[in-house]
């Protein structure tokens, strides 16, 4: 359909109705923010398939070939998708990206450091060791975690599509606003549901929740494999096991992109409650302008109906 408008557009030559950039987004959350600011004037192509890994994933021929003709590709950065720069690396000279991660004005946070993540449950020792295993990179790549983020993100992705489109700029910016007061209510909304589980310590599958324990205050007690979610070491699951054992911890959360085995491995005997499947990345959610709100809003649900005192 959109090859057809654009013939269209390029026959009749007017100049009011220049060709809206295609734009190439990585993951649902960004594929969110980016929807939100085209608004009515286009849809952004999202790259990681229902149910995916966003660390381990592989693109289609025809997606490699939709990253190449993009006008513009924003993304989290290469932290996050390892998957989505070879063909980054192939678009044309001075081809327009929008790495997220690094963009002036991310709130970045570094593995292990997050502010609230105060590992309850583990002696000085235990996090040392901790400490140690996530000298693997230097900054945690899920950001959009931090509802702060996703908002300085909004007027990055606007101002990129004004320089790209610049007859379209009012409506990106004013996209862009609606957007961001949206982010405001749900962040004040999940503020305050999530208030009562400040003490209330959880362990999830893959360290990826930095960012939204930080920003909320919540009590994280770690995470079964590390920020890349790869398969966790016997000395890791052991590790995770002593702090369950040690009873501070109120629940542990699977991810429905992984198998919820070895979730209740660590967990059986140990007192504590396995809680529903969290979904970091909003891989099982229809993708759209509204899965931003409705990945956050998922994973407080999911925190608050297994950890709610
Ligand atoms: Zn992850």
Same mark, same amino acid.
């Given at each position: 359909?959109?090859y057809i408008?654009?013939?269209?557009?390029a !026959?009749?030559?007017?100049?009011a109705?220049a060709?809206?950039? $295609?734009?190439v987004?990585?993951i649902p959350p960004?594929?969110?923010l980016?929807?939100?600011?085209?608004?009515?004037l286009?849809?952004?192509?999202?790259?990681?398939a229902?149910?995916?890994?966003?660390?381990?994933?592989?693109?289609?021929?025809?997606?490699? $070939?939709e990253?190449?003709?993009a006008?513009l590709?924003?993304?989290?950065?290469?932290?996050?998708?390892?998957?989505?720069?070879?063909?980054?690396?192939?678009?044309?000279?001075g081809?327009?990206?929008?790495?997220?991660l690094?963009?002036?004005g991310?709130?970045k946070? &570094?593995?292990?450091?997050?502010?609230?993540?105060?590992?309850?449950?583990?002696?000085a020792?235990?996090?040392? &060791?901790?400490?140690?295993?996530h000298?693997?990179?230097?900054?945690?790549?899920?950001?959009w975690?931090?509802?702060?983020?996703?908002?300085?993100?909004?007027?990055?992705?606007?101002?990129?599509?004004?320089?790209?489109?610049?007859?379209?700029a009012?409506?990106?910016?004013?996209?862009?606003a609606?957007?961001?007061?949206?982010?405001?209510?749900?962040?004040?909304?999940?503020?305050?549901r999530?208030?009562?589980?400040?003490?209330?310590?959880?362990?999830?599958?893959?360290?990826?929740?930095?960012?939204?324990t930080?920003?909320? $205050?919540?009590?994280?007690?770690? !995470?079964?494999?590390?920020?890349?979610?790869?398969?966790?070491?016997?000395?890791?699951l052991?590790?995770?096991?002593?702090?369950l054992?040690?009873?501070?911890?109120?629940?542990?959360f699977?991810?429905v992109?992984h198998?919820?085995?070895l979730?209740?491995?660590?967990a059986?005997g140990? &007192?504590?409650?396995?809680?529903?499947?969290?979904?970091?990345v909003?891989?099982?959610?229809?993708?759209g302008a509204?899965?931003?709100?409705?990945?956050?809003? &998922?994973?407080?649900e999911?925190?608050?109906?297994?950890?709610?005192?």
């Amino acid at each position: 359909m959109r090859y057809i408008i654009t013939a269209l557009m390029a !026959s009749t030559a007017l100049p009011a109705l220049a060709e809206v950039p $295609g734009v190439v987004t990585d993951i649902p959350p960004v594929h969110a923010l980016v929807s939100q600011v085209m608004g009515d004037l286009g849809s952004p192509v999202l790259l990681l398939a229902k149910g995916a890994d966003e660390h381990d994933f592989q693109l289609r021929p025809s997606q490699a $070939g939709e990253v190449a003709d993009a006008a513009l590709v924003v993304w989290i950065g290469p932290e996050l998708t390892p998957w989505l720069e070879t063909a980054l690396k192939n678009r044309p000279e001075g081809a327009a990206a929008l790495a997220l991660l690094d963009a002036e004005g991310t709130e970045k946070i &570094g593995y292990g450091k997050a502010e609230g993540d105060d590992h309850a449950g583990e002696t000085a020792e235990d996090h040392a &060791g901790h400490a140690d295993e996530h000298d693997h990179g230097a900054y945690d790549p899920h950001a959009w975690l931090d509802p702060d983020n996703a908002k300085v993100w909004l007027g990055l992705i606007a101002a990129e599509l004004a320089r790209i489109d610049p007859d379209n700029a009012a409506i990106y910016a004013a996209n862009a606003a609606t957007a961001t007061a949206g982010i405001k209510a749900l962040d004040a909304d999940l503020s305050a549901r999530l208030a009562p589980m400040k003490d209330r310590a959880f362990v999830t599958f893959h360290d990826a929740y930095g960012y939204f324990t930080a920003h909320y $205050g919540l009590a994280s007690a770690g !995470s079964i494999a590390l920020g890349d979610a790869a398969d966790p070491g016997a000395a890791r699951l052991s590790e995770i096991r002593a702090t369950l054992e040690a009873g501070s911890v109120a629940c542990i959360f699977p991810e429905v992109q992984h198998d919820p085995a070895l979730v209740v491995q660590v967990a059986d005997g140990t &007192g504590a409650v396995i809680g529903g499947a969290l979904d970091p990345v909003g891989s099982s959610l229809e993708p759209g302008a509204g899965a931003y709100a409705a990945l956050l809003t &998922g994973i407080a649900e999911t925190l608050v109906a297994c950890t709610a005192p």
